[in-house]
């Protein structure tokens, strides 16, 4: 697979748009992005000191991780059909709603409360996952790779600040629960500034009328079978470190603060990570190497995970933040996927719900196992060997041209 360079125009037909337009897209998209892992972060950081507090069991301590990327799989699945109804703006500004409603229960201090939060939360996440990338293409046709890297890096940042910040500010309001419900502050304020992004888009019939493409026969397609798997390996790699590392640098003898400490470490080597990744990626016939370097890391993070000391935890971090860089190459090739707005959401759809809900079984399986065993080495182990059939993946993805992915 080629990329081309980051400002090369994908979609030459696409109309130009007013300059107070693209500012407020740019504004939007910067907020939504720093939305899209901080809820996920906050929790993670402070899932041990939730369970304590709420005095809940392994098996919901097992399944509240699990909740996103099940959520993901399930509320994605119906971003197609919702995208189709109200059109792509419509569709993110309901799930930013959504969203900010969920984050903000969370604030009330009840296992119910935490539960209900979180699954609202994040099906509300879940449209703006799948919404993102087709949001992109129609409103950033010429700068693909550029408003997606800033999609990226806003993401993590997002979710660096929150990790690094979340368990000092649960300190001092003296609750886990007001600490993460003050996130959802965050998300009311990514819906405010994507109202006139959804104004512009009414007045001005913005939302494509072209027919809507049923994303499940694309899993059929040698395009929806790679793209829907290469996704599925990242989320699940992913969203088991997201849910359980802090969790990981504890058992091995980090307290919590310092291993929240690494956790938005990890977060924060991604953003440089990703931008590198996506440099590379864009130059012709480097899309290959870029996919091997950032999958080959993530072998070598796990794998360091399980054997390097309490004093070297460093290491592992910074590898495993720079694995965690494949997303904005991933996200690139589903934005650019599809040879229209509606078959780009089609395969956003199938490669995002199929993928989350495959990578349910990640952070799920891998708490169950903790609980089971008492230690992380037989998770860790295989998280290890998912991680080489990412390299796989990445080889067949790469190896020759898909149809619809020649840029």
Known sequence: MTVAP???????????????????????LVLIGLNLRAGIAGASALLHDFQQVLGYGPLVAAIIPSIPTLCFAVAGAAT?????????????????????GGLLLR?????????????????GLAVCNVAMPSFIREHFAHRTSAMTA????????????????????????????????????LAVAAFLGFLP???????????????????????RTRK???????FALQALLAYSLISWFPSMLISMGLSSADSGLMYGLMQLVSVPAGMVLLAIGSRPRMFRPALYLVSITMVAGLASLLVVPVGLAIIPTVLLGFGLGIFPLVMVMISRSGTSTAETTA???????????????????AGLLFSGTG????????????????????????????????K
């Open 107 to 123: 604030g009330i201090p009840a296992t119910g409360m935490l539960v209900a939060g979180t699954v609202v939360g994040m099906s």
């Open 80 to 100: 197609s059909w919702l995208t189709g109804r109200l059109g792509v703006e419509k569709a993110i500004l309901l799930a930013l709603g959504f969203l900010a």
């Open 375 to 406: 230690g992380w080495s037989l998770p860790v182990a295989l998280l290890l060997g998912l991680a080489v059939a990412q390299v796989v993946v990445a080889h067949l993805i790469s190896r020759a041209p898909l149809s619809g992915l020649k």
């Open 197 to 219: 992004v959804v104004l512009h888009a009414h007045r001005n019939s913005v939302r494509s009328t072209a027919p809507r493409i049923s994303p499940w026969p694309l899993l």
């Open 150 to 185: 800033l999609y990226t890096v806003t993401m993590t940042t997002g979710a660096t600040v929150t990790a690094v910040a979340v368990v000092p500010l649960a300190l001092t309001l003296g609750s886990p629960s007001a600490a993460v419900g003050a996130i959802g502050f």
């Open 224 to 230: 929806g079978q790679l793209l829907t798997a290469i």
């Open 6 to 28: 980051a400002d090369a125009p994908t979609l030459s037909d696409a109309p130009l748009k007013p300059r107070s337009a693209v500012v407020f897209g740019v504004i939007a």
């Open 347 to 365: 395969l956003s759809t199938l490669a995002q719900s199929t993928g989350y809900l495959l990578a349910t079984a990640g952070p799920f399986g």
